[in-house]
Structure formats: C-alpha cells, structure tokens
C-alpha cells in the first residue's frame, strides 16, 4: 500500500515560512491576541482549564489565554523562541494523534 498522505515541510522550511508570515508584525499580533483572548475567548475558556493550541505558530494565542496549563503544538522549531515560560511545547505535527495531551486537554484550538 502506498502513503499517498502529503508530508510536512521540512524544520528549515517552516522557519522561513513563519519569518516571512510574522516578520515585522510580532507586537501588532501580540496586542491582537491579548484584546482576543481577553475580550472574547475568555467566554469559553475557564482559568481552570487546560487548553492545547494546533499549529501555535509564534505562540501569541497560548501565551495570552488564562488557563491553568498550557500546550502549543508546532513542528517549527522558531516556536520554541516566542513560547512564553508557562508554555508546554510539543514540537509534532498536529495530525500526529501519539501526544496524550490531545486527548486531556479541555479545549483545542486550531487556527
């Protein structure tokens, strides 16, 4: 049988992705989150919750949200940077179901 499943970019790849997504514009994103996470997810959201972001590219959603615990899941290494100290980082790709944290968080977010 052959995997005709696409496979991810490479570590390299992905940096210069993210560079070239996030160059310049890393405090405007970061005031962006903060407003949302405060003002809107905060709906859902429970401080007492663990909560598990897919794909955290340059973490700004997970280093903003009140939550208890919490994960970012990325396979670009750069993540590990822009991970705040309370952050968890899984470096795996998202569709990879072998993190049990997928199945022990509270709320997931995939953006």
């Known amino acids: 049988m052959t995997d005709h499943s696409p496979h991810p970019p490479s570590p390299e790849d992905l940096q ?4 070239r997504r996030f160059e310049g514009t890393l405090d405007y994103r970061n005031r962006v989150w903060q407003i949302l ?6 709906r ?5 919750e663990r909560v598990l972001d897919l794909g955290c590219g340059y973490c700004q959603f997970i280093n903003n949200v009140a939550c208890s615990e919490k994960y970012g899941m990325d396979l670009n ?3 590990a940077d822009h991970a705040a100290k309370d952050v968890t980082l899984i470096r795996q ?5 072998k993190s049990t944290r997928l199945n022990s968080s509270h709320v997931a977010l995939s953006r």
């Open 44 to 48: 859902w959201i429970q401080p007492g």
């Open 37 to 42: 996470t405060v003002d809107f997810f905060s």
């Open 77 to 79: 290494p750069s993540a």
């Open 16 to 19: 210069e992705i993210y560079r």
């Open 93 to 97: 790709d998202c569709s990879d179901r």
